[in-house]
């Protein structure tokens, strides 16, 4: 995965669990807020991403055999980066989509992950951190 997709990662997941995050620590409010305005395009960015991730990962299963830790951290990464994406990104991606029955279709999909995003968030930053490590020390 690597030093900028860890990065990438845990900066989506603090945006993802943007709430939890400021309920445990309240002085965090202000960092998230600098990053809040861009929150739109790093979602749609990462949900693009995030399918070509999960695309490789499934395509180049046979590295399962190998390396199987790295090869289920690729999957998750992928994942994890094209739903909470997806969560964060609604809003940009539905700008490019004419189609009604699409967005109506993004909607109810929306609707089912809500819920989700705070975990997903957690979950990203520590596959962030997992994959800053990893790239550090193993690498």
Do not use: C, R
């Amino acid at each position: 995965m690597g030093l900028i997709s860890g990065i990438w990662l845990a900066v989506l997941g603090v945006l993802g669990a943007a709430s939890l995050i400021v309920a445990k620590k309240p002085d965090a409010k202000e960092l998230i807020a600098k990053l809040s305005p861009y929150q739109g395009w790093i979602g749609a960015v990462s949900a693009l991403y995030g399918v070509y991730y999960t695309l490789m990962a499934v395509l180049n299963i046979g590295m399962m055999g190998h390396w199987p830790i790295w090869w289920i951290t690729w999957l998750a990464t992928g994942l994890v980066m094209t739903l909470l994406g997806f969560l964060l990104g609604i809003g940009v991606m539905k700008t490019f989509v004419k189609d009604p029955a699409a967005n109506a279709k993004a909607d109810q999909m929306l609707a089912k992950l809500a819920p989700y995003q705070g975990t997903l968030g957690l979950i990203s930053i520590g596959l962030g951190i997992w994959s800053v490590l990893s790239g550090i020390f193993f690498h």
